[in-house]
T-cell receptor, first 113, second 114 residues
Framework: AQSVTQLGSHVSVSEGALVLLRCNYS??????LFWYVQYPNQGLQLLLKYTTGATLVKGINGFEAEFKKSETSFHLTKPSAHMSDAAEYFCAVSDGGYQKVTFGTGTKLQVIP | DAGVIQSPRHEVTEMGQEVTLRCKPISGHNSLFWYRQTMMRGLELLIYFNNNVPIDDSGMPEDRFSAKMPNASFSTLKIQPSEPRDSAVYFC????????????FGPGTRLLVL
């Protein structure tokens, strides 16, 4: 069975500082991995996803994530935080086929001016 | 593209009343999902459809909840009777086909049951 763990329900960074949001997954097969972002009072939208191929995935708004099979991790990073990055971020995993996507519990990112 | 459309955006009702939430997925998408989001439980998958057929409804909390997808462009989530603990934001999402593909979320329906 697939599962995903997001470490830290709240993360605070200063504007301009590195953003690092952690995600570890469990999957019995090569997984499909996603990061979604939710801005206040909105639905989730895709930031980036890993399916196959290059393990470093670039997404929108300067975010990227690296799939590390040996560590079963898919951490999300951004070199320099912007105030507009304040939102809740969800990591998700799917085993593919007819397996549903499982979402993590989310990490709320606060950006301090 | 209009994106996923949900109605109503806000619903306030009294305990015991029937509530119907509506969703129009993105045209051409074959999979549709209903989620519930609360502070306490986070984002929960209630049910998903593929080609209008319910595939997994194991997340539906109890018999008071039901969902239908009569055609490719419309789905409903019904709660009857509603209870205060049903208060949450309900999201509908659709995806082009396989479940590992990107899901596109609607803006949500914020439900308050008094």
């Amino acid at each position: 069975a697939q599962s995903v763990t997001q470490l830290g329900s709240h993360v605070s960074v200063s504007e301009g500082a590195l953003v690092l949001l952690r995600c570890n997954y469990s999957s019995s097969v090569p997984p499909y991995l996603f990061w979604y972002v939710q801005y206040p009072n909105q639905g989730l939208q895709l930031l980036l996803k890993y399916t196959t191929g290059a393990t470093l995935v670039k997404g929108i708004n300067g975010f990227e994530a690296e799939f590390k099979k040996s560590e079963t991790s898919f951490h999300l990073t951004k070199p320099s935080a912007h105030m507009s990055d304040a939102a809740e971020y969800f990591c998700a995993v799917s085993d593919g086929g007819y397996q549903k996507v499982t979402f993590g519990t989310g990490t709320k990112l606060q950006v301090i001016p | 593209d209009a994106g996923v459309i949900q109605s109503p955006r806000h619903e306030v009702t009294e305990m015991g009343q029937e509530v119907t939430l509506r969703c129009k997925p993105i045209s051409g998408h074959n999979s549709l999902f209903w989620y519930r989001q609360t502070m306490m439980r986070g984002l929960e998958l209630l049910i998903y459809f593929n080609n209008n057929v319910p595939i997994d409804d194991s997340g539906m909390p109890e018999d008071r909840f039901s969902a239908k997808m009569p055609n490719a462009s419309f789905s409903t989530l019904k709660i009857q009777p509603s209870e205060p603990r049903d208060s949450a934001v309900y999201f509908c999402a659709s995806s082009p086909g396989h479940l590992q593909e990107t899901q596109y979320f609607g803006p949500g329906t914020r439900l308050l049951v008094l």
